[in-house]
């Protein structure tokens, strides 16, 4: 009973810049690793940036200081920020929250149903 909700995506041309917004809704207990996912046609999916914390991050080499992972727990959302895009970052993207459902003990991965990213000219 925990929903991610999307936004943000759609059509970039080179070097430009998105912004991808993640917010987790329901029955929500405690909120741990937040992260972005990303799959391009023919590929396998791949992480992008994950957040554990608010000061905690790790990236994919192959975003590394162009893409900027960040989170306000008190909305209980994540962000991807996106900057000098390539045409090779072309893919639908993911948000995953790894969370605590409330009144339980229970610890779920939670998926947002992705949001299409394509940078072209």
């Known amino acids: 009973q925990v929903q991610l909700v999307e936004s943000g995506g759609g059509l970039a041309q080179p070097g430009g810049s998105l912004r991808l917004s993640c917010a987790a809704s329901?029955?929500?207990?405690?909120?741990?690793?937040m992260a972005w996912y990303r799959q391009a046609p023919g590929k396998q999916r791949e992480l992008v940036a994950n957040?554990?914390?608010?000061?905690?991050?790790n990236y994919a080499d192959s975003v590394k200081g162009r893409f900027t992972i960040s989170r306000d727990n008190a909305k209980n959302t994540v962000y991807l920020q996106m900057n000098s895009l390539k045409s090779e970052d072309t893919a639908i993207y993911y948000c995953?929250?790894?969370?605590?459902?409330?009144?339980?003990?229970?610890?779920?991965?939670?998926w947002g149903a992705g949001t299409q990213v394509t940078v072209s000219s």
């Open positions: 995953n929250a790894d969370i605590r459902v409330l009144w339980t003990s229970a610890r779920r991965t939670f």
């Open positions: 957040i554990p914390s608010g000061t905690s991050t």
């Open positions: 329901g029955s929500i207990g405690t909120i741990y690793t």
